[in-house]
């Protein structure tokens, strides 16, 4: 990419399985800039937090644990690690365990100014390196970068979403594994819902429905509106640069 185009700052916001990281990680790999996982920062502070014996009910205490939290973040869109206090911990803030706490942190209100800082000088960083940045998480395209230069709201259905979820944990879209599936999709949208606008599309955002999709249809689609409004052809396309 020149250095005389604009930085591509792409915010995607989305309700849980709508396909956000899976997405966000392939359009940024396609455009060969870097990736942000704001829900991953979530997740490193609530493991942390039980790590260290903090009660995530303990609204003040959570804050402290956010403004110190000692996390390194790889930003490579092909090796997404996640690291708090020198312990690795990508697989561990995947688990059930994690998903099932996660929102008591998020619906912290002392919380979120600190994490959405951390994220807006993440993505400063992080375009300046490459180019360009794909965050993802519930408030990117409203709080966290209103400004960016393309803004995505990523949906899916619920019956789309519960099914990709379930076959993603349990390895089957059966009726026993999506009722297992629904805490950690449906309940986990309406309390994060409290704090963020997830579900409907602000001023200027555009939304992409994937329901209808598989996985490469769904990138192409958002490659899709980059191009169309970052000017930004697809690395394969017949007019690339
Ligand atoms: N269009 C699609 N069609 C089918 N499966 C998809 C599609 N998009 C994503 N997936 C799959 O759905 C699962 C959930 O996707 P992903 O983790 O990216 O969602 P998310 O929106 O980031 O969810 P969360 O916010 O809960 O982390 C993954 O296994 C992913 O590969
Ligand atoms: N910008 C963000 C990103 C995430 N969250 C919340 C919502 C989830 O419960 C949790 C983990 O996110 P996920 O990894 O599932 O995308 O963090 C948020 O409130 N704001």
Known sequence: MSRDQPLLTIAIDGPS??????????????????????????????????????????????????EALPLE??????????????TDVTAAIRT??????????ATNTGVRPVLQQAQRDRMATISVATGGVVAEGRDITTVVAPDA??????????????????AEVHGSADEAAIAATRDQVLRRDRDDSAVSQFT??????????????????????????????AGHAHPDAPDAP
């Open 17 to 66: 399985g709508s396909g956000k990281s899976s997405v966000s990680r392939a359009v940024a790999d396609r455009l060969g800039i870097g990736y942000l996982d704001t829900g991953a920062m979530y997740r490193a502070l609530t493991w942390w937090c039980l790590d260290q014996g903090v009660a995530l009910t303990d609204e003040a205490a959570v804050v402290v644990a956010a």
């Open 73 to 86: 973040l790889s930003t490579d869109p092909g090796d997404q690690r996640v690291v708090v206090g020198g």
């Open 200 to 229: 409907v599309a602000a001023d200027g955002v555009v939304t992409v429905d994937t329901s209808d999709l598989d996985f490469d249809e769904s990138v192409e689609a958002v490659l899709a509106v980059v191009a169309s409004i």
């Open 149 to 166: 230069l393309v803004r995505i709201l990523l949906t899916a259905s619920e019956e789309a979403r519960l099914r990709r979820r379930s």
């Open 96 to 105: 059930t365990a994690i998903s099932a706490e996660v929102s008591k942190v």
